[in-house]
């Protein structure tokens, strides 16, 4: 009676040298899963308010050091539409290369728009330099170096930050409002798929099939953001009404020899009076500021697959030279 379960132990056994048979291919794996991605640092400060409206808050990440810090001010994109502060660029480079970040949150422009702001990209651009002077009126408080700042961000964060680096000092010295007479002057600016300037003149004659733009001027229904580049038609038709406008909003229009030094990377080579395949985020705009800026003496380095003469292959490499150089 004892004979079965001999009889099972050999089966097993056999079963065990079967398997380790080369001659007999192996179960296939279970398919790998992806890693879990890791978390990114917490904010030191999480959703700080800079103004009233619920999207003027900031996060703040505090680089350790016993010094004043540099400060990486970071703006999100998403075309003024959508996006959001949070996983901002470089944020793990900088904080260990010991520069603080600040990423913020601000106005959408069709929030503006359903608000009667005019244009209603006065809305997110001036909610940046309000966020600005907010982070340097904190200054002490935050251990941050208030003249090495720098400004980064993608799309029309980028747009952003070129516009708070070519506009003059927004500053006022007589304010009441001891925030507002903080300055609003970067140290640096290093972007990625920037939009250079938001006349449609120009943008057609850069890149003909140009159709961004409109939006940060009225040309869309603010109830629906799919119509946020379906009007740059209209937009071109009314460019004299709406010209005063372009000459504040426009960030080459503010270009002048005292800006700070500029970064621009792009993800295609430029082709200037030819159509794009992405003509938003095409690199003749950055061909076009940089052209501006060499004019006036302003270090200006672009960046695109084939570019001659690159430095700094990166964001990041160039905000940590530069910040802290």
């Known amino acids: 009676m004892r004979i079965l379960p001999a009889l099972a132990a050999l089966t097993i056994l056999g079963l065990r040298a079967s398997a380790a048979d080369p001659a007999i291919p192996a179960p296939p794996k279970p398919p790998e899963t992806a890693a879990t991605p890791q978390p990114g640092p917490t904010p030191t400060l999480a959703n700080v308010p800079y103004g009233t409206h619920e999207r003027q808050v900031l996060d703040f990440y505090q680089a350790k050091s016993d010094k004043p810090t540099p400060l990486l001010f970071f703006i999100h994109g998403g075309g003024w539409v959508a996006g959001d502060k949070k996983n901002p660029g470089s944020l793990k480079s900088c904080l260990a290369a010991g520069i603080s970040v600040v990423s913020i949150n601000y106005r959408y422009s069709w929030q503006a728009q359903l608000a009667g702001v005019k244009p209603p990209v006065k809305a997110p651009l001036e909610d940046a330099a309000r966020a600005l002077q907010f ?121 002048s020899a005292d800006d700070p030094p500029i970064y621009m990377i792009y993800a295609t080579a430029p082709a200037l009076g030819e159509s794009q395949k992405d003509p938003t985020h095409t690199s003749n705009y950055g061909v076009k500021l940089q052209e501006k800026l060499r004019g006036l003496g302003v270090p200006c380095e672009l960046v695109y697959p084939g570019a001659p003469d690159v430095k700094h292959p990166t964001i990041d490499s160039y905000l940590i030279e530069t910040l802290t150089k």
């Open 135 to 255: 982070v340097r009126s904190k200054a002490k408080e935050w251990n941050i170096d208030k003249q090495r700042i720098g400004a980064s961000g993608g799309s029309a964060g980028a747009c952003s930050s070129i516009w708070l680096a070519m506009h003059n000092d927004m500053a006022d010295p007589q304010s009441s409002d001891p925030i507002a007479r903080e300055s609003t002057r970067l140290w640096c600016a290093a972007v990625n798929g920037a939009q250079t300037s938001l006349d449609p003149k120009e943008l057609k004659e850069w890149t003909p099939n140009s159709r961004y733009g409109g939006h940060a001027f009225g040309f869309m229904d603010p109830n629906d953001i799919k119509t946020r580049d379906t009007r740059f038609a209209e937009f071109l038709e009314h460019r004299e009404e709406v010209l005063p406008w372009i000459k504040e909003y426009s960030p080459i229009e503010h270009a």
